[in-house]
């Protein structure tokens, strides 16, 4: 009895000590390199996928002073309309982050597949998977990510970089989530050989079908973003109609506390149900 609870304590062990050994691997970067933890981090990262030559802490600077100019300009106007435009401003820095990173992302997507489906077929010619990936890129501009990613790991090579180091460091610059199949793949086949051309087309066609999956939510999704776009359209030209039918409108509206109220709150749903539409509607594979 006392052997069996022996053993059962040692496994309990075992495992919790697993446990804390992945959680602190998944707070790690590749190859043991720390990376910075919570809203820190999460910004470098988006930098860095963005393809923005910026430090954090002027994205922060910028977000700030964008927040501190557009909540003094509305502050006569009413406190909260200062509080809610400031925080939207304070935004803009970061959603254009977002919006490069994702145009980023797509120029990557759209050549991925042709250079894994040129590598597989220059590694069936008889190339070697070195010749057959650097082969694969000479077509693409100079200026396309999946080139410089796949330049920046031959390079690495050359340099003498271990291949785990190598192979670890492509396309951490771009937000795609086929990427680690790659690098799984593409280690495998270095370290231990293999057929490596059916997997390149086989991770070529997953890319493509994820690819045509976001193209026909984003064809299904476009009444959501009319909607959106109506919605935040034809409200100023509502109240520009009823300004011209009523003469005391805009002193009513700016200076009477209970309109001045409700129209900011009515302001306030309306730009959260057109933020909220436009979510909905980026769908992202």
Known sequence: MQSERLAARRRTAALLG???????RSKSGDEGVPVMPDAEGMLARLIVQSGADIS???VLRRALLLSIIAAALCLPVHIALSGAVGVAAGALPFMRLLRRRRERAAL????????LLAASSSIKAGLTVHGALE????????QSPARVEVEQL????????????AVAGFGRTVQQPDLPLFRSALSLVLENGGRFAPTLERLARVCQDRESLARSARVRTSGMRMTANILLGVTPLILLMVAVRTEENWDILLHHPVARTMGLVGAGIILVSYCTLRRMSCFEA
């Open 18 to 24: 697993s446990n804390d050994r992945s959680r602190q």
């Open 56 to 58: 954090a802490r002027v």
């Open 108 to 115: 990557f997507s759209r050549d991925y597949p042709s250079v």
């Open 135 to 142: 082969r694969s890129v000479r077509l693409l501009s100079k």
């Open 154 to 165: 031959m390079k690495r090579l050359e340099e003498g970089a271990s291949r785990d180091v």
